[in-house]
């Protein structure tokens, strides 16, 4: 069965330090990885995806996420967190052998993410 | 480009009421999917379109719960007689032909008293 784990309810963050957002997933395949940033009373905005290749990761507003296969891991990241980053934040997955290129994700819970001044 | 559009944004109803919500997938984008957001629950799957077939309906968690999507295009979930633990936010999302991203609308906040 595939599933994702966000292990941490929330993460709290000094504007200019580094922020990680943890997500580790199950999949009986090869992964699709997503991680999404929802604002309050918006809708879920796409931040980056790993497919293949690289397993660094780029993606918007200075995001970045780290494939890790050893551990079937892919913490989200950024080096200098700013306060209008504060917002929830989801991981997904998609197990390529179940669901090909178009099934549906599977998210984690969300990880609320604080970053104060 | 215009993204994912979803209406009503909001909706209250009464318990045993029917309630239809529709969603305007990106232009172009051949799969379609539902989701609901529960406070809670986290995100909730429902069903996938691709085109104007559902080869996914695993997730509709009760008979009363049903989706048409024409001319590959804009869908239609229908809620029949609805109870209050159908409240949530439903989200629709949709990707391109080659999959990857899914895009997603603003959602449509359902109340059901």
């Known amino acids: 069965a595939q599933s994702v784990a966000q292990p941490e309810d929330q993460v709290n963050v000094a504007e200019g330090n580094p922020l990680t957002v943890k997500c580790t997933y199950s999949v009986s395949g090869n992964p699709y990885l997503f991680w999404y940033v929802q604002y309050p009373n918006r809708g879920l905005q796409f931040l980056l995806k790993?497919?293949?290749?690289?397993?660094l990761v780029k993606g918007s507003y200075g995001f970045e996420a780290e494939f890790n296969k050893s551990q079937t891991s892919f913490h989200l990241k950024k080096p200098s967190a700013l306060v209008s980053d504060s917002a929830l934040y989801f991981c997904?997955?998609?197990?390529?052998?179940?669901?090909?290129?178009?099934?549906?994700?599977?998210f984690g819970k969300g990880t609320k993410l604080s970053v104060k001044p | 480009g215009a993204g994912v559009s979803q209406s009503p944004s909001n909706k209250v109803t009464e318990k045993g009421k029917d309630v239809e919500l529709r969603c305007d997938p990106i232009?172009?984008?051949?799969?379609l999917y539902w989701y609901r957001q529960s406070l809670g629950q986290g995100l909730e799957f429902l069903i996938y379109?691709?085109?104007?077939?559902?080869?996914?309906k695993s997730g509709l968690p009760s008979d009363r719960f049903s989706a048409e999507r024409t001319g590959g295009s804009v869908s239609t979930l229908t809620i029949q007689r609805t109870q209050q633990e159908d409240s949530a936010v439903y989200l629709c999302?949709?990707?391109?032909?080659?999959?990857?991203?899914?895009?997603f609308g603003p959602g449509t906040r359902l109340l059901v008293l």
């Open positions: 997904a997955v998609r197990d390529v052998n179940y669901g090909g290129s178009q099934g549906n994700l599977i």
């Open positions: 790993y497919i293949t290749g690289d397993n």
């Open positions: 232009s172009g984008h051949t799969a």
């Open positions: 379109f691709q085109g104007n077939s559902a080869p996914d």
């Open positions: 999302a949709s990707s391109p032909l080659g999959g990857g991203a899914q895009y």
